[in-house]
T-cell receptor, first 116, second 118 residues
Framework: DAKTTQPTSMDCAEGRAANLPCNHSTISGNEYVYWYRQIHSQGPQYIIHGLKNNETNEMASLIITEDRKSSTLILPHATLRDTAVYYCIVRHILLNYGGSQGNLIFGKGTKLSVKP | EAGVTQFPSHSVIEKGQTVTLRCDPI?????LYWYRRVMGKEIKFLLHFVKESKQDESGMPNNRFLAERTGGTYSTLKVQPAELEDSGVYFC????????????????FGQGTRLTVV
């Protein structure tokens, strides 16, 4: 089962910032927070990930609380093309020789609708 | 650079028939994953290859599903015999092998194969 809780849906006005919250109160020390999104009929798309520090890339920013029990994905200037289901995923990274990586456990996600 | 490609994009087969899905990962990616979404449900993990070895196949629903990755390059997922409940979208993803000291790499997904069993 998914270890995260997200609102079912959110609306955002085009050009405004979209702030998507996620609760992961049972996260452990060797688990990262990942965000993916799925635009209708396409494969999931990686957005960003983080461990405990805030992260920013060309797509979004990720703010993780100090206790790591929740996080917020921020799309700074949402466009119509950002309409999608956004998944917050806690991912266990297994480190062994060569580096094997845990699979992704998808929940129901948040359906973000960006409106003109 | 080519992304993860999956073939076919759509497949419609009759119950009891066999279907083979193919996934070509990004070149050089040792990790290859299969996921699926059945109608109305969440995306579920099926299995994980590291090169040609099955690292984790805990998500495979039953023995009608067989995944292979001979040579550690492309992978196939065969469903034999197909049942109605196998209908859904099958996704493949790949990622680079993590090096010791680095904590992760992201997984890149293909566009999926929509399987319809009638």
């Amino acid at each position: 089962d998914a270890k995260t809780t997200q609102p079912t849906s959110m609306d955002c006005a085009e050009g405004r910032a979209a702030n998507l919250p996620c609760n992961h109160s049972t996260i452990s020390g060797n688990e990262y927070v990942y965000w993916y999104r799925q635009i209708h009929s396409q494969g999931p798309q990686y957005i960003i990930h983080g461990l405990k520090n805030n992260e920013t890339n060309e797509m979004a920013s990720l703010i993780i609380t100090e206790d790591r029990k929740s996080s917020t994905l921020i799309l700074p200037h949402a466009t119509l093309r950002d309409t999608a289901v956004y998944y917050c995923i806690v991912r266990h990274i297994l480190l062994n020789y060569g580096g094997s990586q845990g699979n992704l456990i998808f929940g129901k996600g948040t359906k973000l609708s960006v409106k003109p | 650079e080519a992304g993860v490609t999956q073939f076919p994009s759509h497949s419609v087969i009759e119950k009891g028939q066999t279907v083979t899905l193919r996934c070509d990962p990004i070149s050089g990616h040792d990790n290859l994953y299969w996921y699926r979404r059945v109608m109305g449900k969440e995306i579920k993990f099926l299995l994980h290859f590291v090169k040609e070895s099955k690292q984790d196949e805990s998500g495979m629903p039953n023995n009608r599903f067989l995944a292979e990755r001979t040579g550690g390059t492309y992978s196939t997922l065969k469903v034999q015999p197909a049942e109605l409940e196998d209908s859904g979208v099958y996704f493949c993803a790949s990622s680079q092998r993590g090096r010791w000291g680095t904590m992760n790499t992201e997984a890149f997904f293909g566009q999926g194969t929509r399987l319809t069993v009638v």
